[in-house]
């Protein structure tokens, strides 16, 4: 037999179905003469590999009533998969229902058979209707058992998923049934009217067609947005984890017209009862939301921010605006249901002169025990980007990801006498910039006069890489900065500074020098703001091409700041 002749495609949907004839000695009166299977996947290549086993079978089978031998060759059985709850009823209704209900037609409209067959629909409906409404599931355990094993199903008896599963069938079979005695007493356009026919029947009218499921649609509408300059790439990246989410949620292949709010509202109360960042748990490993959600509940455990729910409308929000823009015939279905008059609770703080005092003077700045116990006081000195990082934040008001893709070049001397670090946005070279651009930064005199240009030269002079910090890798996100941030929550944690989700960390540095020219130097916060590196949108920012924050702007600026109360004296680093 070839899998060519016996494989064909059937339903909207596309699906695999065996057809293979039984053998003529085996054919007996008012019985099929063909006997077929659905392989539960629009894959070739999937459905070959389910056929292939399923046609053994029933090769061994009609082998044993002629009371021959059938051999074959033992294979490795297939890896098997947990099927979603969606699958599940539509598997369901193929089985229990279509099939049944397409082989009920068949027996009607057979010549002379159509009296028979109403009387034995009207005796199977008879003998079905107690065992469904008893919740029995004696005879459609066998149907269950072919399709697990056929489609290569993950689904154990006496679990929750199966229990559901059998009832699902009993529902499909009773709707067959009675679909089936309506159209023998004659009335021939009879439908089942029955709530999981009809969801099942509706989920696959939502289907969207190739090319047009939620992440097909924001691959589109991130590219143009990347294209726009309207959003990063990294941002891009973490946006797409929130569609990928929020797909799998409401159906991977959905169409996004029948999306409406009542599932965006589903998807914002489950994600409130998830647990911060629950993908990371050991115990919610591949759980779907709703069960980790019904688990997390259970458990009383933390719940998902109301403002880190916002984020996420905020993510899926604008891809329907998009979408409406390009004339989709669609409404948003995230509007109305963000949270209102929620703001966060993290504030970014400087140290201010008590705290720094006490960075300063703690062991990383003094001397250290070792690597890993930089907190403990000890004889090592650090001279990498523990130590550097924080002084660069503080004395040029640098962001840590900026500081973090420094490279030797990029710190030179000024025709004003002044050091200047240039921060590129070259992304060729791995240097991006949160504006997208490149700017120029004002080294304090003090970083100079505590060795950060001799640093620099040591590390020009022993050559190879050119990156001030080449110890630092990139996280999954491309961000150079992630370890520097991280070490330093660690860090001021472990010395006392910080407590709990205060807000303090390495941007506290960059902060402190905010304060610092807002007080010491006068700056108004429009000035600041250039100071830091942070555009003034207005129509003259338009003119002309030289960015904003000259040299001659920051230079004078920069060594106006006096770092009143704080003591350097206690620095000290080994070459």
């Known amino acids: 037999m070839s899998l060519a002749t016996y494989l064909v495609q059937r339903g909207k949907r596309g699906t695999w179905q065996l057809r293979v004839p039984i053998p003529r000695a085996l054919h007996a009166p008012g019985k099929p003469k063909e006997r077929t299977m659905s392989m539960g996947t629009t894959d070739r290549r999937i459905a070959s590999d389910r056929a292939l086993a399923v046609l053994d079978e029933w090769k061994r089978e009609w082998a044993t009533v002629r009371g021959e031998t059938f051999v074959t060759m033992p294979v490795a059985a297939p890896a098997r998969r947990k099927p979603t709850q969606a699958e599940l009823e539509a598997l369901a209704v193929e089985f229990g229902h279509d099939e049944a209900l397409a082989q009920s037609d068949m027996r009607r409209q057979q010549p002379g058979g159509w009296r028979r067959h109403m009387h034995r629909t009207e005796a199977a409906l008879d003998a079905f209707t107690p065992l469904a409404a008893t919740g029995d599931h004696s005879l459609v355990e066998g149907m269950a058992g072919e399709i697990i094993d056929g489609m290569g199903l993950d689904l154990e008896p006496g679990t929750p998923a199966y229990r559901q599963f059998l009832t699902n069938l009993n529902a499909a079979r009773m709707a067959a049934l009675k679909t089936s005695h309506a159209r023998a007493r004659g009335d021939l356009e009879a439908s089942a009217e029955s709530p999981l026919v009809a969801r099942v029947r509706q989920r696959e009218q939502d289907k969207a067609k190739p090319g047009e499921t939620l992440l097909d649609l924001f691959d589109r509408y991130a590219e143009q947005r990347l294209a726009e300059g309207r959003k990063r790439d990294d941002t891009l990246k973490q946006d797409r984890k929130v569609i990928e989410q929020f797909a799998a949620f409401v159906g991977a292949d959905r169409a996004v017209a029948s999306i409406k709010p009542e599932h965006v509202r589903e998807y914002r109360d489950t994600l409130r009862q998830l647990p911060p960042k629950w993908r990371d748990r050991a115990d919610m490993r591949g759980l779907s939301m709703r069960e980790a959600a019904a688990k997390a509940r259970d458990a009383d455990m933390p719940r998902t921010a109301l403002t880190t729910v916002n984020k996420h409308l905020s993510t899926i929000s604008p891809l329907f605006a998009w979408l409406i823009k390009e004339r989709w015939d669609l409404s948003n279905p995230c509007a109305g249901l963000f949270h209102d008059k929620v703001r966060g609770k993290n504030p970014r703080p400087p140290l201010g002169t008590d705290r720094l005092n006490k960075v300063l003077a703690s062991p990383l700045f003094t001397g250290f025990e070792a690597d890993g116990k930089e907190h403990r006081p000890g004889e090592v000195r650090a001279n990498d980007w523990r130590y550097w990082i924080p ?42 910039t949160k504006a997208g651009q490149s700017r120029a930064s004002v080294a304090h005199a003090k970083l100079v006069e505590l060795g950060f240009v001799a640093f620099v030269e040591e590390r020009r002079t022993a050559g190879g890489d050119s990156r001030l910090f080449p110890e630092l890798v990139a996280n999954d996100r491309d961000q150079l900065g992630a370890e520097p941030s991280a070490f330093w929550r660690d860090y001021l944690t472990r010395i006392g500074v910080k407590a709990g989700a205060d807000g303090l960390g390495a941007h506290s540095f960059r902060h402190e020098l905010a304060d610092r020219l807002r007080v010491e130097v006068g700056l108004v916060d429009d000035q600041i703001a250039v100071a830091l590196g942070h555009d003034q949108k207005s129509t003259t920012a338009g003119y002309g091409a030289v960015r904003q924050g000259t040299v001659r702007f920051l230079a004078p600026v920069i060594e106006q700041v006096r770092f009143d109360g704080v003591e350097f004296g206690g620095l000290s680093r080994s070459a």
Request: net charge negative.
């Open 391 to 432: 002084l660069l934040c503080l004395f040029t008001g640098m962001r840590v990801g900026e500081a973090a893709q420094l490279r030797t070049e990029d710190v030179s001397q000024h025709d004003t006498s002044a050091w200047i670090i240039d921060i590129q946005h070259a992304p060729e070279k791995g240097q991006t």
